[in-house]
């Protein structure tokens, strides 16, 4: 066996134990903690009163304005000072949350903005009030014109978990670069991990695809694209 | 029994009805037609307070509300008054991600909390009425536009509305599946349904209607029986409206 291959081999599990106990967990804590702040946050911007408006476009403005690795910086080495202090985990969590929150917060005032209007109007004839009508309503529909955009998100975050490996986390990422510190083999090494994150993706994608299919059914887009 | 009084609506400093009142006894059908831009669609939703009038009073039943300028109407009033009503719309405004009976079963389940069954039962009866029991399971998109009005006039009554609103319910649609439409709205109004519709389909407003209100830049010009607006109409304007839809579309009485 070729030493390239015998190294993949045995780096393999420990790499994917990282994948499975760090980079995983924080993709989908992050994911499911982001997108409900962004939800919270778009029907801020598009429904709530002037200030809570503003303080909602202020928190998308900070985020979507200064770099994730920066963000994380502050959380991790710079809260401290302040008397803040968050174990790595916690700390990438909170930032990634808080970025998966702002971009899907735009992702979904879109969404939510594209449903016409009669679809309220109607919801509203039917008798339902604003909140039955946007859970009933005009959520599932502009959940099903967010799938791509929400995926392409998802999909960045578990590459950009590897972000986490600047503030200690041993996440997927910096398992490699212990490996490669005592093996020296980085070529071999960051291959594998790059590898791993694509088959991650990979299956997001996959899941996209199957989610859209489902979608699809009601909009007449199965017969229609024929 | 529907009563509006002196209802009065502006949109900015645009005044768009003016000092409206009519009544609307129950089981009777009513047809608002006029000129584009008179104001029927803006009188039909200040029925069901999708608008609220700048001012004036709307009474369905035993629920009514009082709008003055400057002061909100309590929502528990407005939702009372609206649910009294049920509304068929000019592009039908089914729900696309729920099937034709899901549509009908939506407000029995939600605003009503029927169960499931009991739901399931009353739109189906309601499908049947209005003949589209066979296409129960499909979806809004691949129904034909006549189908999706029917299916959205059934969703408008599922509750047992005391008043039934449609506005043009049927001018999206090509004549062939106007006239499935026209016919389900005539057997509503043969049973005693109540009934007010905006509309410029003469064959609509003829066929179904016993009460015509002629509405010009948002006040009443005339109003009369069908008969008597479309054939003997007392007022020079609405005289000229008449013979101008009468030369676009053939006159069916
Ligand atoms: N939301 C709104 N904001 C401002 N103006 C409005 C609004 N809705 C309606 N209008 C105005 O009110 C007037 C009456 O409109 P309305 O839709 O009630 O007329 P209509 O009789 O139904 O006309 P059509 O036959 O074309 O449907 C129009 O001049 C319209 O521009
Ligand atoms: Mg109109």
């Given at each position: 066996?070729?030493?390239?291959?015998q190294?993949?081999?045995?780096?393999?599990?420990t790499?994917?134990?990282?994948?499975?106990?760090?980079t995983?967990?924080l993709?989908?804590?992050?994911f499911v903690l982001?997108l409900?702040?962004?939800l919270?946050t778009a029907?801020?911007?598009?429904?709530g009163?002037?200030?809570?408006s503003?303080i909602?476009?202020?928190?998308?403005?900070?985020?979507?304005g200064?770099?994730?690795l920066?963000?994380l910086?502050?959380?991790?080495?710079?809260?401290?000072?302040?008397?803040?202090?968050?174990d790595a985990?916690t700390?990438a969590?909170?930032?990634?949350?808080?970025?998966?929150?702002a971009?899907?917060?735009?992702i979904?005032?879109a969404?939510?903005?594209?449903?016409p209007k009669?679809?309220?109007e109607?919801?509203?004839?039917?008798?339902?009030?604003?909140?039955?009508?946007m859970r009933?309503?005009?959520?599932?529909?502009?959940?099903?014109?967010s799938v791509?955009p929400l995926s392409?998100t998802f999909?960045?975050?578990?590459?950009d978990?590897?972000l986490?490996?600047?503030?200690?986390?041993?996440?997927?990422?910096?398992?490699a670069?212990?490996i490669v510190?005592?093996?020296?083999?980085p070529l071999?090494l960051?291959i594998?991990?790059?590898?791993i994150?694509l088959?991650l993706s990979s299956?997001?994608?996959?899941?996209?695809?199957r989610?859209?299919?489902r979608?699809?059914?009601?909009?007449g887009?199965l017969?229609?694209n024929r | 029994?529907i009563?509006?009084?002196?209802?009065e609506?502006r949109?900015?400093?645009a005044?768009?009805?003016k000092?409206?009142s009519?009544?609307f006894?129950e089981g009777?059908?009513?047809?608002l037609?006029?000129?584009?831009?008179?104001g029927?669609?803006?009188?039909l939703?200040?029925?069901?307070?999708?608008?609220?009038?700048?001012?004036g009073?709307?009474?369905?039943?035993?629920?009514s509300?009082?709008?003055?300028?400057g002061?909100?109407a309590?929502?528990?009033?407005?939702?009372?008054?609206?649910?009294q009503t049920?509304?068929v719309?000019q592009?039908?405004?089914?729900?696309?991600?729920r099937?034709a009976?899901e549509n009908?079963?939506e407000g029995?389940?939600v605003?009503?909390?029927w169960?499931?069954?009991?739901?399931?039962a009353?739109?189906?009866?309601?499908?049947?009425?209005v003949?589209?029991e066979?296409?129960?399971?499909?979806w809004?998109a691949n129904?034909?536009?006549?189908?999706?009005?029917r299916?959205?006039?059934?969703?408008a009554?599922?509750?047992s509305?005391?008043v039934l609103?449609?506005?043009e319910?049927t001018s999206?649609?090509?004549p062939e599946l106007?006239?499935?439409?026209?016919?389900v709205?005539?057997?509503l109004a043969?049973?005693g349904?109540?009934?007010?519709?905006?509309?410029?389909?003469?064959?609509l407003?003829s066929?179904?209607?016993?009460?015509?209100?002629f509405?010009e830049a948002g006040?009443?010009?005339?109003?009369?029986?069908?008969?008597?607006v479309?054939?003997?109409?007392?007022?020079?304007?609405t005289?000229?409206f008449?013979?101008s839809i009468?030369?676009?579309?053939?006159f069916?009485a």
């Amino acid at each position: 066996m070729p030493h390239w291959l015998q190294l993949m081999i045995d780096s393999l599990p420990t790499l994917l134990w990282a994948g499975v106990k760090f980079t995983i967990p924080l993709t989908l804590l992050s994911f499911v903690l982001g997108l409900s702040l962004g939800l919270v946050t778009a029907v801020a911007r598009l429904f709530g009163p002037w200030p809570v408006s503003a303080i909602a476009r202020f928190y998308v403005w900070i985020i979507r304005g200064t770099p994730l690795l920066v963000q994380l910086f502050v959380i991790f080495y710079g809260l401290p000072s302040v008397g803040i202090l968050l174990d790595a985990f916690t700390a990438a969590l909170i930032g990634f949350t808080l970025n998966v929150g702002a971009y899907t917060s735009e992702i979904i005032r879109a969404a939510i903005s594209s449903v016409p209007k009669g679809q309220w109007e109607a919801a509203y004839s039917t008798g339902m009030n604003w909140r039955q009508a946007m859970r009933r309503t005009i959520l599932p529909q502009a959940s099903r014109v967010s799938v791509p955009p929400l995926s392409n998100t998802f999909i960045s975050l578990v590459k950009d978990t590897s972000l986490a490996a600047a503030i200690t986390v041993p996440e997927l990422f910096q398992s490699a670069q212990r490996i490669v510190a005592t093996t020296y083999e980085p070529l071999i090494l960051y291959i594998e991990a790059a590898i791993i994150y694509l088959a991650l993706s990979s299956i997001l994608s996959h899941l996209q695809s199957r989610l859209e299919f489902r979608f699809a059914r009601y909009g007449g887009m199965l017969e229609a694209n024929r | 029994m529907i009563e509006l009084s002196h209802i009065e609506k502006r949109f900015g400093d645009a005044v768009i009805l003016k000092d409206i009142s009519l009544s609307f006894p129950e089981g009777s059908v009513s047809a608002l037609v006029g000129p584009s831009g008179g104001g029927k669609s803006t009188l039909l939703r200040c029925i069901n307070l999708l608008e609220q009038p700048t001012a004036g009073s709307v009474r369905i039943g035993a629920e009514s509300v009082d709008f003055a300028p400057g002061r909100k109407a309590p929502w528990q009033s407005i939702q009372k008054v609206r649910s009294q009503t049920g509304m068929v719309f000019q592009n039908f405004q089914l729900f696309p991600h729920r099937t034709a009976i899901e549509n009908v079963m939506e407000g029995l389940l939600v605003v009503q909390k029927w169960s499931r069954e009991k739901a399931r039962a009353r739109a189906m009866e309601l499908l049947t009425k209005v003949g589209m029991e066979h296409k129960a399971d499909a979806w809004p998109a691949n129904l034909s536009g006549g189908q999706q009005q029917r299916v959205a006039i059934a969703r408008a009554l599922a509750p047992s509305p005391k008043v039934l609103l449609c506005d043009e319910p049927t001018s999206a649609l090509d004549p062939e599946l106007s006239a499935e439409v026209v016919d389900v709205l005539g057997t509503l109004a043969k049973e005693g349904t109540t009934m007010v519709m905006a509309t410029h389909d003469l064959r609509l407003a003829s066929q179904v209607a016993n009460l015509v209100v002629f509405l010009e830049a948002g006040q009443v010009v005339e109003i009369g029986s069908a008969e008597q607006v479309f054939r003997n109409p007392v007022h020079e304007r609405t005289r000229q409206f008449v013979s101008s839809i009468n030369a676009a579309q053939t006159f069916s009485a």
